[in-house]
């Protein structure tokens, strides 16, 4: 009874506090998530708090600056894929076009929607931490529910920390004006259970070797009180936290070998008493330490799951939609009518051409793409291919009512045969209507291509897959172990898993052609529409073109970063409002300027 008493009174004072963090998190709250004040002490009341917590991941119309965009965690994966590897067609239907697409109008508050998203993320999981003082006191079914918001934390600050930081540009006003504003290295705001509501006016960001042991101390208490079981992969387990230790690894892995200064900044504060008096230090003496570290948790988790299949990947009912098969590690899931708020604003209106009732129909033609020149990189026995319409296999977009040839056989689409219709139209003449390099990789609910949009839309998304842990572990090798055995772990996993006849072979120059030409290419086309790409070409510093002979990036949206730097839209934009003006201490990133930095690429 002491116990569940002090769960009571947490719940009522972070509740209180919340009120005041209007300059990260909203003060209203949607009806649809548990807020501490309203439950009790109870492992069930916890429990719905815990379950609001993934819920939230795929939350509908939250702030009301726009609805189409304010889609959950999804809405965050496209709008990284919008930023980098994912072009559309032409249409006032493609809600991402603006400021994500188009790289334009940075003062829209659109813009703000990460930075709100992932606090009020982190609201939530704050809660239930929390709401449990003593963890080592409680029930193990509590425990559970503290290690999984720990979990669910941790991801809001390691994706916050990687959209946010400041990276160079090349562009020599912005990175002036870095320099100038006292930027380098800063992340973002920390919020945690102990936040004292009267320093909210003075939040700075934190620099990255603070923040690096604050997102590594919640996984690692996450991994004490969480085991292999869980009731859902919406829920954490031991895999999760190691998948995100891998990630986080390779990430300051990456930075430590690219800048080594940062290193020796980290390793001076690994002995602070004021910082180890509440994050333990990080343990590591170089960047091929964090490299084998990054490769350990990776192959934890490779241990326990098992790569997508041919049949699995290109199923036109369970593709990417069904978070049982094992190569999913942790996930979203909707799974009743309820979760569907809307016909059309939602991940699968944008993200599958085959859901007939949203923005990728044939009436819409939002029609998510492949970039060109990483479609072309594909080799044809490489069977994800298939996943996009080759070019050869478009000639336009038939007229309503022509007749049009058969699905070519190679193609695995839920559009074949031409008795069957959707909203008036041939199946073959919905797949034909499909523009050159549109993906088809995912599938409404049980492949449900009818006008029962609640029933297909009940469907899970990946946020992990074992998959990135095989690409993981073959980077860290490279850098840990050296090339060839870098390479050999490449080839290992392309060969049994995703090429048709172990034909996959390559020659690199050297260590970073390998990396960011030959794995990081493979990895964006694995994780195509999932939101990753993101992340490995802002840590690879890798250059964005959308500007060359045959792009099929629109005209607005080709522009060209420098090779060697980080594109400038990648380094997320926080407008001179909101928290800005509440939170004083907080320094802003330059915005990204992105005319006026690269100018449009013209033929």
Known sequence: MKIMKKIRINLFVLCTMTLFLSGCIEETFPTDYAAASQIGASESALEALSNSTAAFMYAYNYFGTLEAQEIGYPGMMIIRDALTDVPTTTTSYNH???????????????????????????????????????????SRKSQQFYGNALVYRAMSYLDLMRMYEYKRTGVAALDAEADKNGIWGLTTVIIDEHFDVRNADNNPRVPFYVMYRFIMNDLSRAEMFLTDSRPSKTSANLSVVHAYKARLWLEIATRFQKYPADLQTQLSYEGDTEL????????????ADCYRKAAEYARMVIGKHTPLTYAEWHSTTKGFNDMSVSSWVFAISIGSPEGVHSRTNHFLSHACTEYSRGYSRSQYFCYRMIDRRLYERIDDDDWRKVTWKDPADFNGRPAAGAAVPPVPEKYN?????????????????????????????????????????????????????????????????TYAEGLGAGVEALSNFLNTHRYTNSSFTVAPSDVEDFVDNCLITHKRVEFWGEGLAF?????????????????????????NSHPGYTASWLNLYLPNEGEATLNNAIRLNPDP???????????
């Open 276 to 287: 180890a008096a509440k994050y333990a230090p990080l343990g590591i003496n170089s960047a």
């Open 535 to 559: 992340f490995d070409i802002k840590r690879r510093e890798i250059a964005i073109t959308r500007g060359y002979a045959g792009t099929n990036w629109l005209e607005p949206q080709r522009f």
């Open 593 to 603: 300027s992105v005319q006026a930095s690269y100018g449009l690429w013209t033929q």
């Open 96 to 138: 991402f076009r603006t400021p994500w697409g188009q790289l334009d109008n940075f003062s829209s508050t659109r813009v703000r929607q990460p930075w709100r998203y992932y606090y009020r993320m982190i609201l939530n999981a704050n809660n239930t931490i929390f709401a449990i003082e003593e963890p080592y006191l409680v």
């Open 413 to 477: 689409s839920s559009f074949r045969g031409t008795e069957l219709s959707v909203l008036g139209n041939t199946l073959d003449w919905e797949w034909h209507h499909r523009d050159a390099f549109t993906g088809f990789k995912y599938r409404p609910n049980e492949g449900n291509i009818g006008e029962d949009y609640l029933h297909a839309g009940q469907i899970d998304f990946p946020v992990i897959r074992v998959e990135e842990m095989y690409f993981i572990e073959a980077e860290a090798k």
